[in-house]
């Protein structure tokens, strides 16, 4: 395999992709999994129902909405054509709201487990202290789920990277535009270059496995740390 032939313009779309989408949900979803992680109301259930519902949908049923509700003929989609000149499909922007439906969950469960995990303790003496909730969250609870933090910025970037159903229904195969490696394999063992679908795969392999192991590694480190420091 001649590594010198792979063109990487699929996998670095695939990052910038990867990267825009993981620091908008970042934004998203830090007070959502907080909320998520103190209330009591009897509708959290189906909440966490709707969060976590792109993990179990299959991603073309996804794509198709997605699709749909960005395309020309929806209020959304006509709505940014029409005041902004944006059109919504068919193009990285596309891609950018496509993947931050699709990867949201991956985001708010390792961020509300963190948050749920915390001392209620300590938060309760941040709020007797005299601390806001938005204080709370950032300066207390936010440095003390570093790996939840860590597990959802990695697993968001790396579940980013590798979509396919989704980003194909809405941003189909535009070279430079729209064409991620995920879309860039697909092609490629429809004309039966299995060569070249080879070198993308064991990249797409290798980083994914290099990106499980990092966080691994690091809650590993993690874990050693607080144990050594409680003794």
């Known amino acids: ?28 979803a830090l007070p959502i999994s907080w909320w998520l992680s103190q209330t009591k109301t009897r509708y959290k259930p189906v909440i966490e129902a709707v969060v976590s519902l792109p993990i179990v949908l299959p991603p073309s049923v996804l794509g198709f ?15 940014f054509e029409d005041h902004f000149g944006i059109k919504l499909v068919f ?44 204080n709370t969250l950032l ?3 936010l440095p003390n789920i570093k790996p939840a933090l860590l597990s959802g910025l990695i697993i968001t970037f790396a579940h980013t990277v590798g979509e396919f159903g989704v980003v194909l229904m809405v941003g189909g195969s535009i070279p ?8 860039a394999i697909y092609e ?4 039966m270059d299995y060569r070249s679908a080879h070198l993308y795969s064991a990249m797409m392999l290798l980083i994914s496995f290099s990106v499980l192991l990092g966080v691994y590694l690091f809650n590993r480190q993690h874990k050693r740390h607080l144990g050594w420091r409680d003794d």
């Open 65 to 79: 909405y997605v699709l749909f509700a960005l395309s020309q003929n929806s209020p959304v989609g006509a709505f």
């Open 91 to 134: 193009n990285f922007t596309g891609l950018v709201v496509a993947s931050c439906f699709y990867s949201f969950p991956f985001m708010v469960q390792p961020l509300q487990s963190g948050f749920e995990n915390l001392n209620r303790h300590m938060i309760e003496a941040s709020y007797v202290a005299g601390k806001s909730k938005l």
């Open 188 to 191: 490629m063992v429809e004309v």
């Open 1 to 28: 395999m001649d590594w010198s032939t792979l063109d990487f313009g699929p996998f670095l779309l695939s990052f910038k992709l990867a990267g825009v989408t993981t620091a908008i949900l970042f934004i998203i």
């Open 176 to 183: 430079g535009e729209t064409k991620v490696a995920s879309v």
């Open 139 to 141: 300066n207390v609870a």
